[in-house]
């Protein structure tokens, strides 16, 4: 094994483990990541769901990451279905929507509005709060953030 000398200034080593949230603003994203998961408890337990995780594609914020699920069932929460895959070009009116896999999502380009909302653990976290059709944002796109009362009031607009 041979020895390899990295030289880190302190700058590198904080930023690469920022987590804090991006600024609330429209983003232009891919899909980074798509996994079909099932809703862990409440009135919708056992429904599908995708759990997506999306890069920022440029700006400021390039390559960080927002995360969201978006449910894979009609119920309250279909806005946000409809919101996603209607911003990806997908046809989601009414009759039969057949709901791509995650291969097919991976890579694809989507705008992502991002709230910033409170904590579970304390401090602030993101919110993923809609969806646009890709270049519906610039790297310049942040507006002020959105008031939310507490970290169960994740779905503002």
């Known amino acids: 094994m041979s020895n390899l000398t990295i030289n880190l200034s302190a700058t590198d080593?904080?930023?690469s483990n920022d987590y804090s949230p991006?600024?609330?603003?429209?983003?232009?994203?891919?899909?980074?990541?798509?996994?079909?998961?099932?809703?862990?408890?409440?009135?919708?337990?056992g429904k599908p769901q995708y759990k997506l995780q999306f890069r920022i594609s440029d700006g400021q914020y390039e390559n960080r990451r927002l995360f969201t699920y978006v449910p894979l069932y009609s119920g309250k929460a279909f806005w946000k279905s409809k919101a996603?895959?209607?911003a990806l070009g997908y046809n989601v009116e009414a009759g039969t929507f057949t709901v791509p896999t995650p291969n097919e999502l991976a890579g694809?380009?989507?705008?992502?509005?991002?709230?910033?909302?409170?904590?579970?653990?304390g401090g602030e976290d993101n919110n993923v709060a809609g969806f646009t059709?890709?270049?519906?944002?610039?790297?310049?796109?942040?507006?002020e953030p959105v008031a939310v009362k507490?970290?169960?009031?994740?779905?503002?607009?």
């Not at 507490?150 to 607009?157: G, H, I, N, R």
């Open 13 to 15: 080593v904080e930023s």
């Open 22 to 45: 991006v600024p609330a603003g429209t983003y232009n994203t891919t899909v980074f990541n798509a996994e079909l998961t099932e809703v862990r408890n409440g009135e919708n337990a």
């Open 84 to 86: 996603f895959f209607s």
């Open 108 to 121: 694809k380009a989507v705008a992502v509005k991002a709230t910033v909302v409170p904590g579970q653990n």
């Open 133 to 143: 059709k890709a270049g519906g944002a610039s790297s310049a796109t942040v507006t």
């Open 150 to 157: 507490s970290a169960t009031d994740l779905w503002v607009s």
